[in-house]
């Protein structure tokens, strides 16, 4: 039995507890206590970034396995329900990247949390735990227990730490991404009722096997849960609110982790688990991702509030996962999936600098800026560089996954794939107009004159990950090559569906095509 | 009756099977007669814990031995394992409403006894209503459950609230004690018996059923009992009389005597016709949407939690109305309620005890008002409310989660989707008024109406009930193997 993955996923709640019993005034000793939490448990990330190779079981390694409870099957034996812990290519960059993330949003922290700093690093620290178990469950009841849990932490961030209206957002947030949840959780009782079993890979093995119908009405409940969280338009109007009230670190973490647990359900459950259903409805989810890309870039557009006006490009962004990883293509998923971590660098570094920004200016308002490059070099730097990598350079990270969604796209379905494609442009066009107007043409007002450029600190936390930005574009097969073996196991499933689905076709009735060709023969 | 016949009738099984409710019965005479010499309190406290513990341990015993008593008393009154758990959730809930009672009325313990006798008596009342076979003896029992509360209820003599309470609850009970008797009146007069074995063969529970006068009969038992688990369309004394009562007698209302009565509904079951599920359901589902959308408007929180009472009783409504409709899994609406009911148990009577305390030191404490900044100023108070809340709203890591996740599944089972799917998009309405008493406790400023911080110690007996309720909490949620295995 290994221990790697139980140390990483509670290694956050130790260190919260252990801050939660620090005495109240000592907010130096949590700040430290969390940094240092936080970097071992990136450590812990990265080591196993590393030591997970290119071949080896794909159902899952470093696996970890305990007896927890059980609950009534259909089967006469009970359903076991085990703590089960496991890492595979579907959720290897997640994990690293919420490892390696969360260091950088405590460092972040020093600039504008200065209130109740103690239960400020307990969530984030929790909420750490949260995602990574989510992540790494391979039990659908342990899975559901990390996903409904890892959204208190953010309630609490955002409702404590929040801007103006942060009760709204966080009870929006909160009561959207749980109704979506409970719909899942009638679908999971369904499944470990009638299945027997509640082992990820064991249900991936059966399910596909079950009837089309059955298939879609789960893949509709698991859809909807995880759609909310992405959020799939028309279910995206939480996030929008919920980024711009959260304080900066919650939004790094929200933009950067939290909404790609809901990509990575669709990855793992929608289309791993159910993939007859998957290809049934992926002309309707490439709809939604497609047509994601084009409204939020509009509403990326229109936006004044430059926190919000990310937010809204967070949207758009995710509809291109959502359009590449329904494009069910082997270039679609891997674009999708390299895509949902350059998503979590890019937006995790403009929020980082908006959240910069606004520390010096108390302002987000385009209109309040202008001249900022002359104020801030540095800053504008940095600026520059993330609005590129957001909107695609070549040579950035962005570009790769993008090429990748698009190409995988277009030979799923060329209609959607412009839509998509006609996103990149708008998206470039909101990014570069806002960094225009924000850190370019006169420095007319005074209060930019006195801005101070960035601190050590602030250079120092997101270097790392524009090095990240850099090599993702530079050598992604780095990362790509081990995310392929799972991969290809998610292709092949969806192959089979395929097959499945012109054989249910030739065997119907009224299939003359096939008749036809037959007697041409 | 002659003497082979009260041989048979008082064996050792009956005495196994009433071993817990001697105990809780001698325990109560103990108490009063106690009362009568000046004691101490402390020597009647100890009294009134040993007769808890002796109960406890009796139905522990039952719950782990080999063998199990089963039908006594010429099969009116049964003792299983399923009694057994029941007890000891009975007496886990009296004895934390006990415990967060104790300096409740501080200003006026002249009573201080009597309220204990009568908080035993309640305890004694809702086994016998556990193991009920019969509709007389599950009648007696109900009534030694509802007298002592209806007197609880109105223990605050001197505040007009609280007699109040006190007055609607018995009037209202009366009348549900008077329909449950002419409901097995009628019975009796279809079937002869009063046991509830005649519904356990099909073929003469259609033939009892077949009469109009069993029907109403049933019906009126029915009723009787959705008064006292508070459903709809018999749920609307719930919000006053919850708000009047004295904090901790509430906690026993919400609790103990829902818990009896589910315990009993689910022996009684069998004579409902699968063909009422539905309607059950439905029933269920009015239920759960009443409760909830009532609970969204309430400043007190004191009433909060008794329309959120109202909305859990729907919830397991639903999973009954599941059994009700033919679950597949033997036993399992049983489990689920159990579960769900102990879980209820430890998280209402939790959150009915911190407001206990928080009331002690101000009159308008329940208030979302009063509640506000509550975690700065008492953090491991608000800490413990805030487990409370998250268990009753079902989020995983509480009892509560696992709760909900179980009932569900009986209706899941019963192959009642859409009826699941709606309940569990209710349980979402709930969440914005659990929301509501975090938000004020952690994430809003004391107003100009919170009062001041307290410097009150919390008296040891309830820091103990309240750590006990927030362990039990989140080992059902963490860690529910034991429970499921002896569910």
């Not at chain 1, 119908?213 to 995206?236: D, N, R, S």
Request: hydrophobic fraction near 55%.
């Amino acid at each position: 039995m290994q221990y790697e993955l139980v140390l990483l996923t509670f290694l956050p709640l130790l260190g919260a507890l252990a801050i939660a019993f620090t005495p109240k005034g000592a907010e130096r000793l949590q700040r430290l206590a969390a940094l240092a939490t936080t970097l071992v448990v990136a450590a812990l990330g990265v080591r196993l970034f590393l030591a997970y190779g290119d071949s080896g079981s794909d159902q899952g390694r470093f696996l970890f396995e305990l007896p927890w409870f059980s609950l009534p099957s259909s089967y006469g034996a009970d359903t076991a329900v085990n703590f089960k812990l496991g890492l595979d290519g579907v959720s290897l960059l997640m994990v690293t990247l919420t490892a390696v993330l969360m260091p950088i949003v405590i460092l972040s922290t020093w600039g504008h949390v200065h209130k109740r700093v103690k239960e400020f690093m307990v969530w984030m620290l929790v909420m750490q735990t949260g995602m990574l178990g989510t992540f790494l469950a391979l039990d659908l009841v342990l899975f559901y227990f990390f996903w409904e849990i890892s959204l208190i932490p953010l309630y609490f961030l955002i409702g404590i730490w929040g801007g103006e209206r942060r009760l709204y957002a966080t009870v929006k947030f909160f009561l959207y991404t749980l109704a979506g949840s409970l719909v899942m959780m009638v679908a999971i009782i369904w499944i470990l009722w009638t299945r027997g079993t509640s082992d990820v890979f064991e249900l991936i093995n059966i399910l596909c096997r079950a009837p089309l119908t059955e298939q879609l009405w789960l893949f509709a409940a698991f859809a909807l849960a995880f759609g909310i969280k992405v959020p799939l338009l028309p279910f995206h109007t939480w996030l929008p609110d919920a980024h711009t009230e959260a304080p900066t670190s919650g939004s790094v973490v929200l933009a950067g982790v939290l909404l790609k647990m809901g990509t990575y359900g669709l990855v793992r459950f929608c289309i791993h688990m159910l993939p007859g259903a998957a290809v049934e409805a992926a002309p309707v989810m490439m709809a939604l991702g497609a047509i994601g890309i084009l409204y939020g870039a509009l509403l990326a557009w229109a936006q004044d509030d430059l926190k919000r006006l990310i937010a809204c490009s967070s949207v758009s962004h995710l509809g291109y996962v959502v359009l590449g990883l329904f494009a069910l293509t082997p270039a679609g998923i891997n674009g999708g999936m390299l895509q949902m971590v350059n998503h979590g660098i890019s937006t995790g570094l403009l929020f980082l600098l908006v959240g910069m920004i606004y520390e010096r200016r108390h302002s987000r308002a385009l209109d309040a800026f202008g001249g900022v490059a002359v104020a801030m070099p540095l800053f504008a730097l940095f600026w520059v560089i993330t609005t590129l990598s957001s909107v695609g350079l070549p040579g950035l990270n962005g570009f790769v996954g993008e090429y990748l969604v698009l190409v995988g796209a277009f030979q799923a379905s060329p209609l959607w794939a412009i839509v998509g494609l006609s996103g990149v442009i708008f998206g470039a066009v909101y990014m570069l107009m806002a960094t225009r107007r924000m850190l370019f043409g006169a420095l007319d007002k005074p209060e930019n004159r006195e801005l101070t450029d960035l601190n050590a600190r602030e250079i120092g936390l997101m270097l790392p990950l524009v090095a990240l930005v850099v090599w993702l574009g530079v050598s992604p097969n780095t990362f790509m090559a081990k995310t392929q073996p799972s991969i290809e196991m998610v292709n092949l499933r969806i192959a089979e569906a395929r097959r499945a689905a012109l054989a249910g076709l030739d065997a119907a009735p009224a299939a003359p095509a096939s008749q036809r060709e037959e007697s041409a023969r | 009756m002659n003497a082979s016949v009260l041989k048979t009738l008082f064996s050792d099984a009956a005495y196994a099977a009433l071993a817990p409710l001697f105990a809780l019965g001698i325990g109560a005479l103990a108490v009063l007669v106690a009362g009568l010499f000046p004691l101490g309190k402390v020597a009647r406290a100890v009294l009134v814990l040993l007769t808890l513990l002796a109960a406890a341990a009796l139905n522990v015993g039952m719950l782990l031995g080999d063998s199990v008593p089963g039908l006594v008393l010429d099969g009116t009154f049964v003792a299983d394992r399923t009694t057994a758990m029941w007890g000891v959730i009975f007496t886990i809930g009296v004895g934390l409403a006990w415990l967060f009672s104790r300096h409740y009325y501080d200003e006026d313990a002249s009573h201080q006894n009597e309220h204990d006798v009568l908080m035993l008596a309640s305890a004694l009342g809702m086994s016998l209503m556990a193991g009920a076979r019969d509709l007389i003896v599950f009648f007696i029992g109900l009534e030694l459950l509802s007298i002592p509360l209806y007197a609880l209820a109105a223990f605050r003599r001197n505040r007009a609230k609280s007699v109040e309470a006190g007055l609607k609850y018995f009037l209202l009970g009366a009348f549900a004690a008077g329909f449950f008797l002419y409901g097995s009146a009628l019975i009796y007069a279809v079937s002869g018996t009063l046991k509830l074995d005649v519904f356990a063969d099909p073929a003469s529970r259609a033939k009892i059923l077949e009469s109009p006068m069993a029907l109403v009969g049933v019906a009126m038992l029915t009723g009787s009992l959705f008064f006292k688990i508070s459903v709809f369309p018999f749920h609307l004394w719930v919000p006053d009389v919850y708000e009047g009562s004295p904090t901790p007698v509430t906690g026993l209302m919400a609790t103990g005597t829902k818990a009896a009565a589910f315990a009993f509904l689910l022996n009684a079951l069998l004579a409902l016709p699968s063909s009422t599920s539905t309607s059950l359901a439905i029933i269920a589902l009015i239920t759960m949407a009443l409760g909830n959308l009532g609970a969204l408007v309430q400043q007190d929180v004191k009433r909060m939690l008794a329309y959120s009472g109202i909305a859990h009783a729907g919830v397991v409504l639903l999973g009954i109305a599941g059994a009700v409709a033919g679950d597949p899994k033997q036993g399992g609406a049983v489990q689920a309620a159990l579960f769900y009911m102990a879980a209820y148990v430890a998280t209402a009577g939790g959150a009915f005890g911190v407001l206990a305390l928080l009331e002690r030191d101000g009159e308008r404490m329940t208030t979302l008002e009063g509640l506000k900044g509550l975690g700065q100023r008492r953090p491991y108070l608000a800490a413990a409310l805030t487990v409370f809340m998250l268990s009753l709203a079902g989020i995983p890591a509480t009892g509560g989660f696992l709760g909900k996740w179980m009932v569900f599944s009986v209706a899941v089972r019963a192959e009642m989707i859409p009826a699941a799917v709606v309940g569990v998009l209710l349980s979402v309405v709930a969440l914005g008024y659990y929301l509501r008493v975090i938000i004020a406790m952690w994430m809003q400023e004391p107003g100009e109406d919170s009062p001041l911080a307290s410097t009150r110690a919390i008296a040891l007996p309830a820091t103990l009930a309240s750590a006990a309720c927030v362990a039990l909490v989140l080992v059902m949620g963490l860690a529910p193997r034991w429970f499921l295995d002896h569910m």
